[in-house]
């Protein structure tokens, strides 16, 4: 196996961060070419210090000096900016593109590295809830994997290896429920940042778990499973496994089910996906099922977390629905964190933002651009108006 040069846009990130440490274990089989973030210029100087890329990109242009001068004696370029981003990806130096920016800003690069021709290890779910149909044509097209890096759909695409042309007659998404399984409404009213962002099993960035914790985040999986797998929104199930020691299955038409389980431990998907289809050794800690005498499962619930209904609601749609999805739970979740609305207006924020921002059966990539600033701005006058 050669050194595969990979790219990490976002690696200040939860998900970018645990790549590095799973590339450190591996420095024969993989070596870093690119490191990109928004605005976390400290952290990406001492990464890039350490790893010592071709390449450096800060989102941020203001922060450019700062990194340029704190890299100016190792031989690193610099940029800065969206369109770098943007750009970088298409560097022949790079075999492998890891995608971790977190939302709507992962579309681009994501688009121009498939277009470049790069494997692409997807951690941004974003990009194929926005822009699905889009992105897996374009994939086709220049006939580029897209490996997911999310632990339900790397659990999905474990199972499915080796069974074509088995066909599936059901994907199974297993959720944890988040720190508030089984709240009432009433008590998910009360509910603040600090408790939302306490996840019973995952170490995560803060939006994604604030998603986790509304079960938005799952919402967002189905979308993106559609996609991925090319199988409709009615043979996507999700069960809540409070454990997570199950990531996901799939039923096929024999009846048989298979599981791929595991820690809740995102440097395992991780890792998979920039070795794929070799199994790499590591140190992580192993599952022992003494310390699991029992897994459980349970229905989600939908009335209360009706974040899940809108998204099947969006998916059946189709069109710019799931892009508005998107825009507006993003701009909801930031009101969250920065306790200005409650933990319920999230939903109230979607379910107002789907039913007001224009609909557009079969959008292009542009509709999608203004459909996502539409909505954030409508979203952003919605919680105006919430009393908190």
Not at 86 to 100: M, P, Q
Not at 138 to 157: C, K, M, N, R, T
Request: aromatic residues 8%; hydrophobic residues 40%; charged residues 25%.
């Amino acid at each position: 196996m050669e050194v595969k040069k990979i790219a990490i846009l976002g690696s200040t990130g939860s998900i970018g961060t645990q790549t590095l440490n799973v590339i450190s274990q591996h420095t024969d089989k993989f070596c870093v070419e690119v490191l990109t973030a928004y605005k976390n210029a400290d952290l990406l100087i001492r990464q890039a210090k350490e790893f010592q890329p071709g390449t450096v990109v800060i989102g941020d242009e203001s922060q450019y000096e700062k990194v340029k001068d704190a890299l100016a004696s190792d031989p690193i370029k610099v940029f800065a900016g969206k369109e770098s981003i943007n750009r970088i990806v298409e560097s022949g130096e790079i075999d492998f593109v890891l995608t971790a920016i977190v939302g709507f800003a992962g579309l681009e690069p994501t688009l121009n590295a498939i277009r470049a021709g790069k494997t692409i290890g997807l951690a941004n779910k974003e990009t194929l809830v926005v822009a699905g149909e889009i992105v897996m044509a374009e994939a086709e097209q220049y006939g580029v994997p897209l490996i997911p890096v999310d632990s339900e759909h790397s659990a999905i695409f474990q199972c499915l290896v080796g069974e074509y042309p088995n066909k599936v007659k059901k994907l199974i998404l297993t959720a944890s429920g988040g720190p508030f399984r089984g709240n009432t409404f009433e008590q998910l009213q009360k509910r603040t940042k600090a408790d939302a962002l306490k996840h019973p099993n995952w170490e995560m960035g803060n939006k994604i778990t604030i998603d986790s914790a509304s079960m938005v985040n799952k919402g967002l999986e189905v979308i993106e499973a559609r996609w991925l797998f090319d199988i409709p929104a009615d043979k996507i199930d999700i069960v809540v496994h409070p454990q997570s020691v199950i990531h996901s299955m799939v039923q096929f038409y024999d009846g048989s089910i298979k599981a791929q389980m595991g820690l809740p431990d995102m440097r395992i998907p991780i890792q998979y996906a920039l070795s794929f289809p070799q199994r790499l050794p590591n140190n992580f800690p192993d599952l022992d099922f003494a310390n699991y005498p029992q897994l459980s499962f349970e229905k989600p619930d939908i009335e209360i977390f009706r974040s899940i209904k809108i998204a099947y609601h969006v998916l059946e749609k189709g069109g710019n629905m799931p892009c508005v999805f998107n825009a507006a739970n993003e701009i909801a979740v930031d009101a969250f964190l920065k306790e200005q609305i409650q933990f319920t207006d999230i939903f109230e924020a979607l379910e107002k933002a789907i039913t007001k921002v224009s609909y557009i059966r079969q959008p292009k990539f542009e509709d999608l651009i203004a459909t996502d600033i539409a909505t954030r701005q409508y979203t952003e006058q919605i919680i105006k108006q919430m009393k908190f």
